[in-house]
């Protein structure tokens, strides 16, 4: 039974990842960022109990998974029932030119216009992931890495 971990920098390809490793072993599919997110402007994190509700009733009903985001708070809470843990670790760069060539994502915009508008934003994230230290920040990808006993690998490119 697969419990696959996915997680890294915006644009890095952790939902692409996660759609093919669902696809070709049939596992349950889990986007954090779905969770992670009370449905208000401007955005606020919902609070963590509460997404751990959430993961909780997912893990229960689901024995195969995978499940991928850059929320450490969340992938923390997950490490002790993951099997296998994947962290994209991509040159920054290519994880910006990933997301200025992503695709629609209906679930997280209400049109392609609204999620073009928020590309500035979301590439100034993705070049101060070095940088930052909070929970979506390299560093706390980097720990969460380090301290897993599971099988675990990094990838450094799409391929």
């Given amino acids: 039974m697969k419990k696959i971990l996915i997680f890294g920098n915006s644009g890095s390809g952790k939902t692409t990842l996660a759609k093919k490793l669902a696809e070709q072993h049939d596992l349950a599919h889990f986007d954090l960022d779905t969770i992670a997110w009370l ?8 609070p963590l109990e509460e997404s751990y509700t959430t993961i909780d009733s997912f893990c229960r009903d689901n024995q195969s998974w995978v499940i991928e985001g850059c929320y450490s708070d969340l992938i923390g809470y997950l490490c002790d029932r993951a099997n296998q843990m994947v962290l994209m670790n991509l040159p920054i760069e290519l994880c910006v030119e990933n997301a200025r060539r992503r695709s629609w994502e209906p679930q997280k915009y209400q049109s392609k216009q609204q999620q073009d508008e928020n590309l500035p934003m979301l590439i ?3 070049r101060s992931y070095q940088t930052r230290r909070d929970s979506f920040s390299e560093q706390a990808h ?6 897993f006993q599971g099988a675990k690998n990094m990838r450094t490119s799409n391929d």
């Avoid at 980097?142 to 301290?147: A, M």
């Fill in 39 to 46: 449905a208000i402007q401007p955005p606020q994190r919902r």
């Fill in 124 to 126: 100034e994230w993705i």
């Fill in 142 to 147: 980097r720990d969460l890495y380090d301290q």
